[in-house]
C-alpha cells in the first residue's frame, strides 16, 4: 500500500475536504449511490471510461474515510452493495442546498446586471 513521504495536515475543512473527495470519480460514486445505484456493476456501467480496478480503489477509501458503508452478502457468487452514512447524506443535502442558492443567486444577478446595463447604457 502507498505511504505518504510528507504527513498529511488535516487541521483545516479544506484540507480534510480535498482528502476525502480528492479522486477523479469520487464525486460521480457518492452521486451514484445517492441515486440509488448500490452496486460495483451497476456504477461501472454508468461510468463506462472508469476501470473497475480505480472504482474499487475509490469505494476502499469513501468507505476508509467515513463516507459510505459497504455491506457484503454471505452467498455465492459473492453480492456487494454501497450506501451512504448519515454524514454524508447530510453533506449532500447540504450541498444541495448550496447549489441551489448558487444558481438562485447567479440569475438574480444575471436579471440585476442586464437591467443595469440598459438603464446605464450611454445615450449617443
Same mark, same amino acid.
Given at each position: 500500500?502507498?505511504?505518504?513521504?510528507?504527513?498529511?495536515?488535516?487541521?483545516?475543512?479544506?484540507?480534510?475536504?480535498?482528502?476525502?473527495?480528492?479522486?477523479?470519480?469520487?464525486?460521480?460514486?457518492?452521486?451514484?449511490?445517492?441515486?440509488?445505484?448500490?452496486?460495483?456493476?451497476?456504477?461501472?456501467? +454508468?461510468?463506462?471510461?472508469?476501470?473497475?480496478?480505480?472504482?474499487?480503489?475509490?469505494?476502499?477509501? +469513501?468507505?476508509?474515510?467515513?463516507?459510505?458503508?459497504?455491506?457484503?452478502?454471505?452467498?455465492?457468487?459473492?453480492?456487494?452493495?454501497?450506501?451512504?452514512?448519515?454524514?454524508?447524506?447530510?453533506?449532500?443535502?447540504?450541498?444541495?442546498?448550496?447549489?441551489?442558492?448558487?444558481?438562485?443567486?447567479?440569475?438574480?444577478?444575471?436579471?440585476?446586471?442586464?437591467?443595469?446595463?440598459?438603464?446605464?447604457?450611454?445615450?449617443?
Amino acid at each position: 500500500m502507498y505511504e505518504r513521504k510528507i504527513p498529511l495536515t488535516i487541521d483545516c475543512g479544506l484540507h480534510l475536504t480535498r482528502e476525502v473527495l480528492n479522486g477523479k470519480w469520487k464525486p460521480a460514486l457518492l452521486k451514484a449511490i445517492s441515486l440509488d445505484i448500490k452496486r460495483p456493476s451497476q456504477m461501472l456501467r +454508468l461510468l463506462p471510461d472508469a476501470t473497475r480496478r480505480v472504482l474499487n480503489v475509490q469505494l476502499k477509501e +469513501l468507505e476508509m474515510h467515513g463516507m459510505v458503508e459497504k455491506k457484503i452478502f454471505p452467498q455465492l457468487p459473492p453480492k456487494v452493495e454501497y450506501s451512504l452514512t448519515e454524514i454524508e447524506a447530510y453533506l449532500l443535502r447540504t450541498m444541495t442546498i448550496y447549489r441551489t442558492n448558487f444558481k438562485e443567486k447567479t440569475q438574480a444577478k444575471h436579471s440585476l446586471r442586464s437591467v443595469a446595463n440598459k438603464w446605464l447604457r450611454p445615450v449617443c
